[in-house]
């Protein structure tokens, strides 16, 4: 028997990024216990298939095609939410795009354009949703940030590392402001999660995977669906007193020291074998 604490029915999620990959398992998560959900991508027709997969489930689905990276679009997106179900219990903080390159010459152009996707269109989402909780006197927000935010990855991330890394600080700034108001902000952390952008990254170096996999000491990369439970944790009231957190999603990775060795790492030293 499922606990009532994480029963989310009767309220309302907005999550970026459904079209596909972790924003379409976040949304799938909430659904599944009940959360009618706002389904926001650039990709309209990829949001509007998944409204249709969850309908099943029997809760409202409202697909919205949205740039999340455009203040004006988010905006306008909110006031959809408004007219359709007049308020906003969760924010799921998915999508993001980035731009990587060489730190040495990197384009200033990069940089903004990843600043704008990974914190400015990111803080506009935050501030549209809280707005809204604050009236209600309670919600949950729940922002996804990469390792990379954390710790470096090297390989030319750096417009990526400096924008999760704000959206980290943003998510305890945050945190802090609005809690003592009812609104929770956390952050999930995920190492490398399959993706079909990822996909292809290792299939072009196939020594990609084994760098990967090096760092995890659970041995395999993520899947989109390892979201789910943490999200429902986060976004449900079984988390009521959980705020300002940066929840680690990474088998392992952030709790390993680089230096460190695992069961079964590729080219582990021999007594780790």
């Not at 599944?32 to 309209?44: F, K, P, S, W, Y």
């Not at 945190?175 to 292809?200: F, H, K, P, Y």
């Not at 995890?216 to 899947?223: A, S, V, Y």
């Not at 943490?230 to 088998?251: R, Y």
Request: hydrophobic share 45%; with cysteine.
């Amino acid at each position: 028997m499922a606990h009532t604490l994480f029963n989310l029915c009767d309220r309302v999620a907005v999550v970026s990024g459904a079209a596909s990959g972790l924003g379409k398992a976040m949304a799938t998560a909430l659904a599944e216990v009940g959360a009618d959900v706002v389904l926001a991508d650039i990709n309209g027709e990829g949001a509007q298939g998944t409204a249709h997969e969850l309908e099943a489930l029997g809760v409202r689905a409202l697909p919205v095609a949205c740039d999340m990276s455009n203040p004006d679009q988010i905006r306008t997106l909110f006031s959809t939410v408004d007219r359709a179900y007049g308020r906003v219990d969760i924010l799921g903080n998915v999508a993001g795009n980035a731009r990587g390159g060489d730190p040495l010459t990197v384009p200033q152009a990069d940089v903004e354009f990843t600043m704008q996707n990974l914190i400015v269109g990111r803080l506009v989402a935050c501030q549209e949703a809280a707005q809204r909780m604050v009236r209600e006197g309670k919600g949950s927000i729940i922002n996804l940030i990469s390792i990379a935010g954390i710790t470096a990855l090297g390989r030319n991330h750096l417009p990526y590392s400096m924008g999760m890394a704000g959206a980290a600080q943003m998510t305890r700034e945050l945190s802090t402001e609005w809690s003592g108001r009812g609104v929770r902000v956390n952050g999930i952390v995920c190492a490398q999660i399959m993706n079909a952008g990822l996909d292809e990254r290792i299939a072009a170096d196939p020594k990609l995977a084994k760098t990967y996999l090096r760092g995890i000491p659970m041995g395999r990369l993520g899947q989109s669906d390892d979201i789910k439970g943490v999200s429902i944790f986060l976004a449900s009231d079984a988390s009521a007193w959980i705020t300002g957190a940066l929840i680690p999603l990474d088998g392992g990775n952030l709790a390993k020291n680089a230096g460190g060795s695992h069961h079964q790492m590729p080219d582990a030293p021999d007594e780790q074998r």
